[in-house]
């Protein structure tokens, strides 16, 4: 248990659904990460926030889109999602950026069909 | 890209010390090296990091050596829950610099 849950852990979703990813971390850090794994491919950062602003959107498609309400919330809205957008999308947070420790959750497994 | 040199796997009998090596020939002075493992279908879980020193926490100890150029991860009595793939990263300490860049790690198996 690392202080960082996400829900739901498992998702199947059709291409034309919405559908969102949660992220709910007990730590009291102000950075939080989306990162997404696919099979077989090392782990991709997504985005970034810091003290629920933006700081970073690597080149993501917009059909994956995130929300941060505050810092201890992180939503992935998913829209229009394509099959080969399943993979496990993985959570994070630290106390701020640069070299602070991050802390994973469980991640959810999304298949898209 | 990843900036480390992990071998693919490794096997390591249970109870026995679990030695994993990392290359990062072109480490900077200031970035440090830090290492997750990651089991099946799981998030990744922090180890340990360090910038030159030594460094031992309650699960791992890292050996750095004095060229920083490679390290050494220890498990020092690995049990079949240390199954797993191992990642070792270096990070710069510059702000700004947020991202954790993965590899493919080093696939870990402990043997009974």
């Known amino acids: 248990e690392t202080g960082v849950t996400q829900t739901p852990r498992h998702l199947v979703m059709g291409m034309t659904n919405k559908k969102s990813l949660k992220c709910e971390q007990h730590?009291?850090?102000?950075?939080m990460y989306w990162y997404k794994q696919s099979a077989k491919k090392p782990l991709e950062l997504m985005f970034v926030y810091n003290f629920k602003e933006q700081t970073e959107n690597n080149s993501v498609p917009s059909r994956f889109s995130p929300e941060c309400p505050n810092s201890s919330h992180l939503f992935l809205h998913l829209h229009t999602l394509q099959p080969e957008d399943s993979a496990l999308y993985l959570c994070?947070?630290?106390?701020?950026?640069?070299?602070?420790?991050?802390?994973f959750g469980p991640g959810t497994r999304l298949t898209v069909l | 890209d990843a900036k480390t040199t992990q071998p693919p796997s490794m096997d390591c009998a249970e109870g026995r010390a679990a030695n994993l090596p990392c290359n990062h020939s072109?480490?900077?002075?200031?970035?440090?090296v830090y290492w997750y493992r990651q089991i099946h279908s799981q998030g990744p879980q922090y180890i340990i990091h360090?910038?030159?020193n030594n460094e031992t926490n309650e699960m791992a100890s890292l050996i750095i050596t004095e060229d920083r150029k490679s390290s050494t991860l220890i498990l020092p009595h690995a049990t079949l829950r240390d199954t797993a793939v191992y990642y070792c990263i270096v990070r710069e300490s510059n702000f700004g610099n947020e991202k954790l860049t993965f590899g493919t790690g080093t696939r870990l198996t402990i043997i009974p």
């Open positions: 994070a947070s630290s106390r701020g950026t640069a070299t602070d420790t991050q802390y």
């Open positions: 360090g910038l030159k």
């Open positions: 730590l009291g850090h102000n950075a």
């Open positions: 072109t480490i900077s002075g200031n970035e440090y």
